[in-house]
Nanobody, 126 residues
C-alpha cells in the first residue's frame, strides 16, 4: 500500500456508516499530526478530523463532531476514521495527511499539510 493511502470508502445511504483507514507510514512514531481531509464537489478541501500523535488529542470540524471518530489501531500502523450518521453533505474525496508539529499551527487547516496520500471516495445518497 502506498504511504497514507486511504481506503474503505464507498456509497451509502443517508444515515449509514463507513470506516476509512490509511497506513500511518511511520508518522505516528515521530509525533506528527495525522489528519483526515476531504474535498467536497465544487468546494475547497477542508479539515475533518485530526490526531496529535504526540499527546493523543483530537480535533473535529463542527460539521462532523459527534458523528466521526479518529484514532489509531493498537500497533499505530493504521489511522482510521469511523463515520456514523452520514449525510449527503459528507460526500467527498477523503485523504490522509501528515504534518510536522512545527509546521502545523491549526490542525484542521488544510493548508498546513503538504504530505498527502491517495484519496478514497465517499458518496452518501439521499
Amino acid at each position: 500500500q502506498e504511504p497514507l493511502e486511504g481506503s474503505g470508502g464507498g456509497s451509502v445511504e443517508t444515515g449509514g456508516s463507513l470506516r476509512l483507514s490509511c497506513p500511518t507510514s511511520g508518522y505516528a512514531d515521530v509525533s506528527y499530526h495525522l489528519t483526515w481531509l476531504r474535498r467536497p464537489p465544487g468546494r475547497e478541501r477542508e479539515g475533518v478530523a485530526s490526531l496529535n500523535t504526540a499527546d493523543g488529542t483530537t480535533s473535529y470540524s463542527d460539521s462532523v463532531k459527534g458523528r466521526f471518530t479518529i484514532g489509531l489501531d493498537n500497533a499505530k500502523k493504521s489511522l482510521y476514521l469511523e463515520m456514523h450518521g452520514l449525510k449527503p453533505e459528507d460526500t467527498a474525496m477523503y485523504y490522509c495527511a501528515a504534518g510536522a508539529p512545527w509546521r502545523v499551527n491549526r490542525p484542521l487547516d488544510a493548508s498546513s499539510y503538504s504530505t498527502w496520500g491517495r484519496g478514497t471516495q465517499v458518496t452518501v445518497s439521499s
